[in-house]
């Protein structure tokens, strides 16, 4: 089975996957699997967890929940969901209520019943409009219009509301603005109930582990007075002894102890446990969903969806597609776990208020120093952070530089060998500059890391938890909660500092993920730039036009050395050689040609590439078919009246817009199939039938140019022998080779084109590329793919392109074979002249010389 077809399943035997249909627009009914089921409970548990009031009839409670479990599971509108979670809250108070009974005038003219009713009619009317009013912008805007401004500015400094928002902008430029809003907004529905849920739950527990240890240290603490008197006389003896009065004690409070584990094991910690795994695990998943597709964005969907942007991502840095979307992994799970975290301990801080209502100087005794120690802390952690964060990413991109040079020296291990004496030295050298750089700052940010991570211990526990237990005791001396309080308060406290403190306790995550920010900004902007197409503005002969080939006018271009001018070139039906010297603009021609946006696929032209004629930037307006001009020189007389210096139009007329190319250097994937490359298409995914007989025609294109060698060989006698591989006297060679060649190109191999030869390469892009096809592309251009076939296949080659390929323009770079001839037939001097042979394949010859390019014919 191949790498990608393996089925992704979890250790319980179901599927996991987070892939979402790229095609699924804002309109779909649910993106994720399993998102409608973990949205049903999430909402059942946080209502079963979380009551109106301590006594709230279980009925209710049950029947509320299972309600918003369907309401959720049939992705009703958060509006209609939320407003009845808020009513259900609402209910079992009016029915339960004593006020209810006594509420002035309504009470005296109605009797109870009607009363609750009126009131639950109420609140079936007030939820929908307060759900409405807090999650739309006018309580925000509202908020924002009566907060002074020197409030805002504090609020802006506690919390993380820039970043936050600059991390929204980033994950939606790459991402569709409609489907994001809908996956977040799952994804916070989700999150609220599960956390809030579980943070409940855990009051509950860790006012029960608080109990359990409490007893623990009581023990000691809860004997009667005779053994307080035995003590006391044995004090002078020893003062370290246990009276056997005070052991019998101990002893029974120990097995008191021993016996309350294991209820407390089966019925407080072991289902916490359970909840908490569970719907953790619900939550996580949910939220790796989102953030998954936000990694298929950066790495598959977006990346893809433009054709020009690899090339711009390649052309930019040496970045990997890893590399960002880990970057958008770091900034989406950045945000997502202050949210998270908040949510969690929401139902602790509410605890707080009343605490502090009732206690106010705490904050003013303890509170402050708290504060000061904390944020003195984040600040020099903030430093080491960005440090470590800006010597990794230095890292980073060396290490990018130096997996490349690593893995191109690999893959031409024997050239580099054969490339002279100083060629290994030169390379080492080259591999230990990049490591020792990579090392060096590796070093440096793990001793600041190590550094960092000390200090907080250290600040966390013995600075940080001495002064909230400085807060504790002095609640505890007035009274304010008790000793199975302790640690629910103390996580209270430390959470309630958390949020106050939230941007500078997370400057370093911040700092951290605006890092990433800037490299996926960088990213979007190449993104952005590469939309804009360098392509030509080509035109098609229509198809009542006599001509039916290439028209070139006007086109004068250069690339490094080279320059090349075209004034009036037709390329009618028929194979022509490119010839010229190295570096000339053949290849460069190609390249323009392929550049015309009427083809099929046009591709960009490269910076590397100036035209010259007209004058950039080029624009669809400058390309006319006719050979307009207004300026005077020699080619051209000027249009009318109008004396404005302007250079002659370009203008490409090209037959058709199926142009293909076959380049002097090839593409092929790794760990893939030959034959689903070929294609291009997964033939797994068709019937058996149909795909053996896409397979089996291949095979026979390959076979007909002597893609294989053949089958039979000379024995030592000088007779021929057969060494067919499948044997059987029915199975001709041809059958046989043939079927080794299927089989062949069926089998999934890591590199399989890297093990053919330059011919075989040469055969299997001819046949991916021109003889499957029904019929040859109108323009093809072949650029030295002949070199490397022996005579015998070049012969094959092109004389199965001469048969197929007749009325199209074939275009082949040609730098062999060039002989003399005669000028010209009907001229008297009869000048010899070099010129390409025809060998019954080529009809015409295009040169490239002294900058210009020319048609002569072939000898």
Partial sequence: MSV??????????????????????????????????????????????????????KLLSILFSSSLAFLAYTKQPYEIICALQLFSYAVPIILTSRYARTLPIVGKLVPETATRLILIALSAAVSPLIYRFLSSGLFVNMLSLVTPEFVKNIIFGMFPIEEIGEAYKIIDAFSDSDVLQKQLSNLLFVTFNIQVGIGYLGINFLKEEQMRRNALIRMELVQGDAEEEEKEQQSNKEESSITPKGREGLMANAARFKRGAAPFIFFVAVPYMIQIIALGNMNMFAYTCVRDDMHRA????????????????????????SAYATSMDQ???????????????????????????RQPMLIIQIFPFIFASDILKARIVAYMTSTIERLNKESKEIDAIRNKVEAFDM???????????????????????????????????????????????????????????????????VGKIASADIFVFSRAIEDAVDLV????????????????????????????????????????????????????????????????????????????????????????????????????????????????TPEEPLIPEDAVQEDSCRAPDDTCEPDGDSKEDVVPKLSLTMPSS???????NFYWPLYSRPIDWI????????????????????????????????????????????????????VSPVEDMIGRIMADLEDEKEDWFSDLSGGQKSKVELVRKVFLNDECPKVLLIDETMAPLDPTSKSLVMS?????????????????????????????????????PSNNFFDHNIHVENHFLTNRPVC
Wanted: proline share 3%; aromatic share 8%; hydrophobic share 40%.
């Fill in 679 to 730: 294609y291009q298409c997964h033939l797994e995914d068709i019937s058996e039938e149909k795909r053996e007989g896409m397979v089996r025609r291949v095979a026979e294109e390959l076979n007909s140019l002597e893609f294989t060698q053949s089958l039979q060989t000379l024995s030592t006698d000088g007779n021929e022998t057969d060494i067919s591989v499948t044997k059987g006297p029915t």
């Fill in 331 to 357: 900034v989406v799970s950045t945000t997502y776990d202050m949210f998270n975290r908040k949510l969690f301990s929401l139902p602790k801080l509410l605890l707080l208020p009343g605490v502090i209502r």
């Fill in 800 to 836: 199965k392109i001469k048969s197929f390929c007749e009325g199209s323009v074939v275009l082949v770079i040609y730098h062999t074979d060039v002989g003399v001839g005669k000028q010209d037939e009907n001229n008297a001097t009869q000048d010899i002249v070099e010129c390409v």
């Fill in 4 to 57: 990608a077809g393996q089925n992704m399943t979890s250790p319980w035997g179901f599927s996991l996957t987070t892939h979402r249909d790229h095609n699924l627009g804002a309109d779909a009914f649910s993106y994720f699997q399993y998102e409608c089921f973990i949205a049903a409970v999430s909402i059942c548990f946080c209502r079963l967890t979380i009551k109106s009031y301590k006594e709230e009839p």
């Fill in 298 to 321: 950066v790495r598959l969907n977006e990346l893809f969806d433009h054709d020009t942007r690899l090339v711009a991502m390649a052309e930019d840095s040496a970045t990997s597609p």
């Fill in 411 to 477: 893959k031409n291990a024997e050239l580099l060998q054969r490339s002279g004496q100083g060629a290994t030295r030169f390379t080492q050298r080259r591999w230990e500059e990049l490591t020792e750089a990579i090392q060096e700052k590796t070093v440096a940010a793990e001793m600041l890391r190590r550094t960092k991570g000390f200090f907080a211990f250290l600040q966390r526990n013995f600075i940080f938890g001495v002064l909230i237990d400085c807060a504790l005791a002095t609640l505890i001396a």
């Fill in 658 to 664: 199926d142009v293909v190319e076959i380049s002097q």
């Fill in 501 to 612: 403190l939230m941007k500078s306790r997370a400057e370093s995550e911040l700092a951290a993920m605006d890092t990433e920010i800037s490299k996926l900004k960088e990213l979007a902007d190449v993104w952005e730039s590469s939309k804009e197409r360098n392509v030509l503005p080509c035109h098609i002969s229509p198809p009542e036009s006599v001509s039916k080939g290439i028209s070139i006018r006007h086109l004068q271009y250069a690339r490094g050395t080279a320059m090349v001018r075209a004034e009036h070139i037709d390329l009618e039906p028929g194979i022509y050689a490119l010839t010229g010297g190295n570096g000339s603009g053949k290849s460069t021609l190609f390249r323009i040609l392929m550049s015309c946006e009427t083809n099929e696929k046009p591709i960009d032209l490269p910076s590397s590439i100036a035209l010259l």
